[in-house]
């Protein structure tokens, strides 16, 4: 009987072994190609909308866009701050994601720039523009995607998303 019952529990650990390991294959199987030749590194913390930190402590910061600050400690958000770094926080926190460098890897306050892309081969950069939740910044020579990031924003502002929802005149001037 004690040998039925441990071929039965090696039968069922090998069996859940293969699903496993065959779930595995499907992941790394299901990430679009162009994301293996980039870097895969992990959120672990959202400053604000365009601001994020890695689990191994680099400050990423987004290429292309410019998210409401949330000035901590400093006075209140600017508009729509806190839209920005919850979409952000919803969105990357605990992520695995995946980075691309553009000409200039990092700005004079020391934080890596970069366009980040997400498992699925979403491209969030964009996304955040998109969604209204960031206003376009291109910085040269930095512009690798800029056609893309300008009609994302162009889009937004056309469907009044997020920053653009608001009447012109009453649009702060950091959007603009």
Same mark, same amino acid.
């Given at each position: 009987?004690?040998?039925?019952? %441990?071929?039965?529990?090696?039968?069922?650990?090998?069996?859940?072994?293969?699903?496993?390991?065959?779930? *595995?294959?499907?992941?790394?199987?299901?990430?679009?190609?162009?994301?293996?030749?980039?870097? *895969?590194?992990?959120?672990?913390?959202?400053?604000?909308?365009?601001?994020?930190? #890695?689990? #191994?402590?680099?400050?990423?910061?987004? %290429?292309?866009?410019?998210?409401?600050?949330?000035?901590?400690?400093?006075?209140?958000?600017?508009?729509?701050?806190?839209?920005?770094?919850?979409?952000?926080?919803?969105?990357?926190?605990? *992520?695995?994601?995946?980075?691309?460098?553009?000409?200039? =890897?990092?700005?004079?306050?020391?934080? #890596? %720039?970069?366009?980040?892309?997400?498992?699925?081969?979403?491209?969030?950069?964009?996304?955040?523009?998109?969604?209204? &939740?960031?206003?376009?910044?291109?910085?040269?020579?930095?512009? =690798?995607?800029?056609? =893309?990031?300008?009609?994302?924003?162009?889009?937004?502002?056309?469907?009044?998303?997020?920053?653009?929802? #608001?009447?012109?005149?009453?649009?702060?001037? &950091?959007? *603009?």
């Amino acid at each position: 009987m004690k040998k039925k019952c %441990l071929f039965l529990f090696l039968g069922i650990a090998f069996i859940f072994s293969l699903l496993l390991l065959s779930g *595995q294959s499907e992941e790394i199987e299901s990430v679009p190609d162009f994301l293996l030749d980039l870097e *895969q590194v992990r959120i672990n913390f959202i400053y604000d909308g365009d601001t994020v930190r #890695t689990d #191994t402590g680099e400050k990423i910061r987004l %290429l292309g866009v410019d998210a409401p600050e949330m000035n901590w400690g400093e006075g209140e958000p600017d508009f729509y701050a806190w839209e920005a770094f919850e979409y952000t926080k919803e969105n990357l926190l605990g *992520q695995l994601v995946y980075l691309e460098y553009d000409e200039v =890897k990092e700005d004079k306050y020391g934080r #890596t %720039l970069a366009y980040l892309f997400l498992a699925d081969g979403s491209f969030f950069n964009e996304k955040l523009l998109e969604e209204g &939740y960031a206003r376009l910044l291109l910085i040269p020579p930095n512009l =690798k995607y800029s056609d =893309k990031l300008k009609e994302a924003e162009a889009e937004a502002r056309n469907a009044g998303r997020g920053i653009w929802s #608001t009447a012109d005149e009453e649009i702060p001037d &950091y959007v *603009q």
